[in-house]
């Protein structure tokens, strides 16, 4: 079965930080742009960050740029997202996804599968 679970959420206080994983089953991760996208209560789903097959090329939406980090392990099949100086407005409900068409980090419909989300709040 093919599916994407992310990990790492939780409550945290402004200025805090987490670590979000996205571990793969039933396919490798090693060919595809993976990206994380967020959806605030009541908002469009947002790209976020994405990271290419090898790494070496990343997206950061403007509002995240400098605080997150994303990064890969291909020996785990898993993505992290490295979030820190955390703000209130990052809550969200925070989702991977596989690029499968484009060149887009920024476009859902370009994505699939998606894992289930995981809810982060920043809140104090």
């Known amino acids: 079965q093919v599916q994407l679970v992310e990990s790492g959420g939780g409550l945290v206080q402004p200025g805090g930080s987490l670590r979000l994983s996205c571990a793969a089953s039933?396919?490798?991760?090693?060919?595809?742009?993976i990206g994380w996208f967020r959806q605030p209560p009541g908002k469009e789903r947002e790209g976020v960050s994405c990271?290419?097959?090898?790494?070496?090329?990343?997206y950061y939406l403007d509002s995240v740029k400098g605080r997150f980090t994303i990064s890969r392990d291909n020996a785990k099949n898993t993505v992290y997202l490295q979030m820190n100086s955390l703000k209130p407005e990052d809550t969200a409900v925070y989702y991977c996804?596989?690029?499968?068409?484009?060149?887009?980090?920024?476009?859902?419909?370009?994505?699939?599968?998606w894992g289930q989300g995981t809810q982060v709040t920043v809140s104090s």
């Open positions: 996804a596989t690029r499968t068409y484009g060149r887009s980090c920024t476009r859902p419909i370009d994505f699939n599968p």
């Open positions: 039933g396919f490798t991760l090693d060919y595809y742009t």
């Open positions: 990271i290419s097959s090898s790494g070496g090329s990343t």
